[in-house]
């Protein structure tokens, strides 16, 4: 059963980097099925889709964050990573990790979603 | 990007009910739609793909259809398990869009 966890800092100041790590366990994130993905619902709102990340390195970002996103893997770890930066109180949301699959592009496994707050 | 649009916004069914939420497109996205069901403090969790394929393990009573612009996603009886936000996701195009999702309630 593949399983996914989020870490990072739950609280971070407006003009810093928000950085977060996805843990994959139960399967390679290796696997070319797959993309992996993050997902963010600031609190009471919808999804927002933020990129993806392919094993080799490729990735596509929302061109709405596109600016300050970048999502890097480590393939050795089976960890990809988000960084965002220049965050304002408007980045305050739960960030997901998620399996993307390649060929539905159906996002089918989740972690639990951390909260991150901006906040001085 | 292409835009979702759902309605409503919000429903309120009794246990035994049929329920229908929609979703339209801002333009042709074929069958490249998918359904989530999200409870309260919970990650989202898929139920649709491809507009009308059931997931592994989910319930028969969920289905979907439509194609094109227009899509439907039924609960044929809604049970008190159901109770979460329902978004659909089109994939024809990046970015990924979700609609604004659908807060199901129990009368």
């Known amino acids: 059963q593949v399983q996914l966890q989020e870490s990072g800092p739950g609280l971070v100041k407006p003009s810093q980097t928000l950085s977060l790590t996805c843990t994959v366990s139960?399967?390679?994130?290796?696997?070319?099925?797959?993309?992996w993905s993050w997902i963010r619902q600031p609190p009471g709102k919808g999804l927002e889709w933020i990129g993806y990340i392919y094993y080799s390195g490729s990735t596509y970002y929302n061109p709405s964050l596109k600016s300050r996103v970048t999502i890097s893997v480590d393939t050795s770890k089976n960890q990809f990573s988000l960084k965002l930066s220049s965050v304002t109180a408007a980045d305050t949301a739960v960030y997901y990790c998620?399996?993307?699959?390649?060929?539905?592009?159906?996002?089918?496994?989740w972690g639990q979603g951390t909260l991150v707050t901006v906040s001085s | 990007d292409i835009q979702m649009t759902q309605s409503p916004s919000s429903l309120s069914a009794s246990v035994g009910d049929r329920v229908t939420i929609t979703c339209q497109a801002s333009?042709?996205?074929?069958?490249?739609l998918n359904w989530y069901q999200q409870k309260p403090g919970k990650a989202p969790k898929l139920l649709i793909y491809d507009a009308s394929n059931l997931e592994t393990g989910v319930p028969s009573r969920f289905s979907g259809s439509g194609s094109g612009t227009d899509f439907t996603f039924t609960i044929s009886s809604l049970q008190p398990e159901d109770i979460a936000t329902y978004y659909c996701?089109?994939?024809?195009?990046?970015?990924?869009?979700f609609g604004q999702g659908t807060k199901l309630e129990i009368k």
């Open positions: 139960g399967g390679s994130i290796s696997s070319g099925d797959y993309y």
């Open positions: 333009q042709d996205i074929s069958n490249y």
């Open positions: 996701q089109q994939y024809d195009n990046l970015p990924v869009t």
């Open positions: 998620a399996r993307e699959a390649a060929a539905t592009v159906t996002l089918d496994y």
